[in-house]
């Protein structure tokens, strides 16, 4: 008498039951696909067999895409709006962490800020277009940017004297001062990082 499945994990051909094993148990696993188990039990006489259904096994748990890993990190960090590719090194080649974010980009989980930039995004109930989802707008996002890109920048004369008090105008362009040579452009949309020297 014998079952053709699958014997400790692995393929085999129909098992055979040996009468010189009394009182012995084989486990006959019936589709690797599925965690159904069979068990055939020699009793002296015959043999019961019982059926089970086990958890789901370590080697055979479905591991998680690099998108799927890439977004879960994002999604840990609930302070940080940008992000960059080399943020996710550790999960995956250059290139595949690449596609990973450009996938999320046409998926509206996030937007592309400039070149290797990207902002954490949110779906607009009226366009159904993403929109950067940023407490400080994309100005904050901005500087998040440049600090993740170790350019070191300053609040510009014109900010600095509404913050203070000094001046009644707003400043209407995202405007930083930056030190030291960075080109990068960072829009969102008809927004433009605007750089001071």
Not at 14 to 23: G, I, K
Not at 77 to 85: I, K, S, Y
Not at 100 to 106: E, S
Not at 125 to 145: D, I, K, M, V
């Amino acid at each position: 008498m014998g079952y053709a499945g699958m014997v400790d994990g692995g393929p085999c051909r129909p098992a055979q039951l040996r009468p010189d094993n009394p009182f012995g148990s084989r486990y006959i696993r019936i589709n690797p696909l599925e965690s159904c188990l069979l068990r055939l039990h020699y009793v002296g006489f015959l043999y019961i067999m019982v059926v089970g259904f086990l958890q789901q096994e370590k080697g055979m748990r479905q591991q998680k895409t690099l998108r799927e890993k890439i977004e879960g990190r994002i999604g840990r960090r609930q302070r940080e709006d940008v992000f960059l590719p080399r943020e996710f090194a550790d999960l995956g080649g250059e290139d595949q962490v690449l596609r990973a974010l450009r996938q999320l980009v046409r998926e509206k989980r996030l937007v592309r800020l400039g070149y290797g930039v990207y902002g954490r995004a949110v779906v607009s109930r009226l366009s159904g277009e993403p929109l950067l989802y940023s407490a400080n707008g994309f100005l904050g996002a901005a500087r998040q940017a440049l600090n993740k890109l170790g350019v070191s920048w300053e609040a510009t004369e014109a900010e600095r004297a509404y913050n203070e008090g000094r001046s009644t105008q707003v400043p209407v362009n995202p405007v930083v001062r930056v030190r030291g040579r960075f080109s990068r452009r960072l829009r969102d949309g008809n927004l433009e990082l605007v750089l001071e020297r």
